[in-house]
């Protein structure tokens, strides 16, 4: 099984926005364990709408992220990819998490724009991007 994650060159960290991820962290998994990984570019996919036919075609059948939008999540949804987001930290361990059953995420978690300003759902009742949150929190943008 292969599953993807939104990946920070920066940090490792699961990326938190789908629609703006500069690569992804492409995972194979055989009987509960990574067994390999590769980085790839996303700016190889010709954009923000190829996101989703780009995983399907390197095999992903899940992805691992922050937040994304609904008309992301459909994309993702119609080609067959399920979802886990709310998720930030190491992109690693979250692989190792999935692989093993013990991953957490937020099913509920999302990213609106409106008005040029990104709003995250799923942090708590009125949170916004920018706004509370603690040592960790991290939020799509």
Do not use: W
Request: proline share 1%.
């Amino acid at each position: 099984m292969k599953i993807a994650a939104t990946y920070s060159m920066e940090d490792g960290s699961v990326f938190q926005h789908f629609g703006r991820t500069e690569s992804f962290r492409i995972y194979t998994i055989d009987d509960g364990k990574v067994t390999g990984s590769e980085t790839v570019s996303a700016a190889e996919t010709g954009g923000h709408s190829a996101l989703a036919p780009f995983l399907m075609e390197k095999g992903v059948e899940v992805l691992i992220c922050g937040g994304l939008g609904g008309g992301a999540r459909a994309a993702l949804q119609s080609l067959g990819i399920k979802v886990y987001p709310g998720v930030s930290g190491s992109a690693d361990k979250a692989a190792e998490a999935f692989a093993s059953g013990t991953l957490e995420y937020d099913e509920d978690a999302s990213c609106h724009h409106h008005d040029g300003e990104h709003q995250c759902h799923g942090h708590g009742e009125g949170h916004e991007c920018g706004h509370g949150g603690g040592e960790g929190h991290h939020c799509c943008h």
